[in-house]
């Protein structure tokens, strides 16, 4: 290998660098393509009749998304570690006349592997949340099965259980809305009573107070009296009259 400070040492930096993101493309591709491929077959396998079997299975598809995860991710060391050196190459004395295209070189394969590095952690992202929400389905898939599997004798009770409960919880709602009515209508009574009382006792503090206004009172009672009775006394004279008239 040429020695630090040479150009050739440039290059074959560049070309492991380049040979090193070639294959972290195709390996992105092929990573991509899984976890499309695992979705997809989770998605599939919801309509599917228990004698049909995917071509590869989601253990399959979960020990190859291991081993590409593992291999990408030293690809990545490997691009960074040549990455480290080319900067290192940019600083090395006899290369100020070249450092701008180098600079320039240098920050183009960094672009690259911070694409590489994003697009790796993104799609190992959105596999991990697939499988974490299937696995969640999965589970509560298989435990309606469960259920709907039980017996017939224990769900007819449970049925029955849920009716008769559902059933004294209306009983108790209605009781405990009469009792309710009960309450309100007595504090209803209650303060009417109270209202009654008050004003009769202010009359009767009134009538003690000014005892004019009493006798007053009671002459005004005395002469309606009166004047009913002689009212009444004329109506029953002239209604003998009118019988004796109409008999002759």
């Given at each position: 290998?040429?020695?630090?400070?040479?150009?050739?040492?440039?290059?074959?930096?560049?070309?492991?660098?380049?040979?090193?993101?070639?294959?972290?493309?195709?390996?992105?591709?092929?990573?991509?393509?899984?976890?499309?491929?695992?979705?997809?077959?989770?998605?599939?396998?919801?309509?599917?009749?228990?004698?049909?079997?995917?071509?590869?299975?989601?253990?399959?598809?979960d020990r190859m998304f291991d081993t590409m995860s593992v291999e990408l991710e030293q690809l990545l060391a490997k691009l960074t570690a040549v990455n480290d050196k080319m900067a290192e190459y940019t600083n090395t004395p006899g290369t100020a006349s070249l450092?701008?295209?180098?600079?320039?070189?240098?920050?183009?394969?960094?672009?690259?592997?911070?694409?590489?590095?994003?697009?790796?952690?993104?799609?190992?992202?959105?596999?991990?949340?697939?499988?974490?929400?299937?696995?969640?389905?999965?589970?509560?898939?298989?435990?309606?099965?469960?259920?709907?599997?039980?017996?017939g004798v224990n769900n007819r009770r449970t049925e029955l259980f849920l009716k008769e409960h559902e059933h004294l919880r209306n009983s108790?709602?209605?009781?405990?809305?009469?009792?309710?009515?009960?309450?309100?209508?007595?504090?209803?009574?209650?303060?009417?009573?109270?209202?009654?009382?008050s004003i009769q006792s202010k009359v009767n503090t009134l009538a003690n107070r000014f005892p004019t206004i009493n006798n007053l009172i009671q002459r005004v009672n005395l002469r309606k009296r009166r004047d009913s009775l002689i009212l009444g006394s004329v109506i029953g004279v002239c209604t003998i009259i009118l019988l004796l008239y109409a008999l002759h």
């Open positions: 290998m040429a020695g630090i400070g040479s150009s050739g040492y440039w290059e074959d930096l560049r070309k492991q660098a380049r040979q090193l993101e070639n294959e972290l493309d195709l390996k992105l591709v092929s990573f991509s393509k899984l976890c499309t491929s695992y979705s997809s077959s989770r998605d599939g396998r919801r309509g599917e009749t228990s004698d049909t079997t995917p071509l590869l299975n989601n253990s399959t598809q450092n701008a295209a180098l600079m320039h070189t240098l920050q183009r394969h960094r672009d690259i592997l911070q694409d590489y590095t994003q697009e790796f952690h993104k799609t190992k992202g959105n596999f991990l949340a697939i499988r974490e929400r299937e696995d969640l389905l999965g589970s509560v898939r298989k435990d309606i099965e469960t259920y709907k599997s039980g017996s108790e709602r209605l009781v405990d809305d009469t009792i309710s009515i009960a309450m309100a209508t007595k504090e209803n009574m209650t303060s009417q009573r109270g209202v009654l009382k």
